[in-house]
């Protein structure tokens, strides 16, 4: 598809081009045509206007879309039928969907590029790794979506600038996504065998697996393996007053949560040699000793430092601040000198304005724990 013809949607004057005037031009020559500079399906009108159009051209084309095309089934079919092979994603809006906070919005992503491949198109999926919001886990979540949302072509790429991740991190990162993207059975599972596209399609990812298994193997970093076991989210149970870490919130001392999750992102801190371990959402008692065991069977007795970053966390349970500091009071003096914390200030400083002063076993966490800027 690269070297399929680029036409552009839009004029010089920054407006949307008649679909008569596009149809014409990608009929000035044979062969494949990608329509670019205005996603497709963003403005349904023009879209069927335009697929109309270039039906009578009998050409394949592509073009440039986003996920929410996905909401109109009958434009894809249209699409289809009107010589539409592919569609192609990212990296802007990003396919990742980095920015929704609900748990399940990787999945929605999913399901909607499955209900483009079910319409009849390819997807070729471009995806950014390594921005500044990454953690060790996106590469596993970038393999995921593509296998679950049957990408045919993804193309997974370095983010461009400074990130938070060192270049050997995110080159083996990439190394080992692109190997297990291209395995026999993650192959098929996103090509499929129907149909003369597909099987193409199966066809140009096995010329590529070639290429791939010449290069060094990617082997998982250690900061990739903790990612994965802390990435599914922990759902909050515990019908306990929530206390609000940010300062100033409405009902802050005595919050009902009846639905909440614990989201934890983990990475790898070069400059401080230590693992990174986010929490973001709310925190009770039993998603802390959950988190507290997950982390146990990922690093083991690792001599690595931990640094606990408390900046996205907005609600946390008194049987935390009571029963779950109490019962690793003796653990925590441990692991003095091995274990930091992040944003501590802040978040106690909250807590102890919204609970008028008292914040039980506070002394616990400011002087048994240094805090890392």
């Known amino acids: 598809m690269l070297a399929w013809r680029r036409v552009s949607l839009v004029g010089p004057a920054g407006r949307l081009r008649a679909p008569a005037q596009v149809a014409a031009e990608c009929g000035e020559q044979d062969g494949g045509v990608l329509l670019t500079a205005h996603r497709f399906g963003q403005v349904v009108p023009y879209a ?3 697929c109309r159009h270039l039906a009578a051209r009998a050409s394949p084309w592509a073009a440039e879309s986003e996920l929410a095309a996905a909401r109109e089934p009958g434009l894809l079919r249209l699409a289809r039928r009107s010589g539409c092979r592919a569609l192609v994603l ?19 992503a999913a399901a909607a590029l499955r209900r483009i491949r079910r319409a009849g198109l390819l997807t070729v999926v471009h995806l950014t790794l390594g921005r500044e919001e990454d953690d060790a886990g996106v590469f596993a979540r970038a393999v995921w979506l593509s296998t679950a949302g049957r990408v045919a072509f993804p193309r997974l790429a370095a983010h461009e600038g400074a990130g938070p991740m060192s270049p050997d991190e995110l080159g083996r990162g990439l190394a080992w996504a ?6 026999h059975r993650t192959i ?37 393996r903790l990612a994965r076991v802390l990435a599914r989210p922990i759902r909050i149970r515990e019908r306990v007053p929530f206390v609000s870490t940010l300062v100033g919130a409405v009902a802050a001392g005595g919050v009902q949560v009846r639905s909440a999750w614990l989201r934890v992102r983990a990475r790898r801190d070069e400059a401080r040699a230590a693992f990174v371990i986010r929490l973001e959402g709310a925190i009770d008692a039993r998603a802390a000793r959950k988190l507290v065991a997950r982390v146990r069977r990922a690093l083991g007795r690792t001599p690595e430092r931990i640094v606990i970053d408390l900046g996205g966390l907005e609600l946390v349970s008194l049987t935390v601040l009571t029963h779950f500091l109490e019962e690793h009071a003796s653990r925590l003096a441990e692991l003095r000198g091995r274990l930091a914390f992040r944003n501590l200030r802040p978040a106690l400083a909250a807590l102890r304005r919204n609970l008028h002063g008292m914040v039980p076993n506070a002394a616990l966490l400011e002087q048994g724990l240094e805090e890392t800027s």
């Open 48 to 50: 069927r206007l335009l």
């Open 90 to 108: 990212g990296p802007e809006p990003d396919p990742l969907v980095r920015e929704a906070r609900e748990p399940g919005a990787l999945r929605a």
């Open 178 to 183: 692109a190997r297990v993207l291209h395995c």
């Open 188 to 224: 098929w599972r996103r090509t499929g065998v129907v149909g003369a596209d597909s099987r193409a399609a199966l066809v140009a990812n096995y010329r590529l697996r070639r290429m791939i298994m010449r290069e060094p193997t990617g082997e998982p970093t250690p900061a990739m």
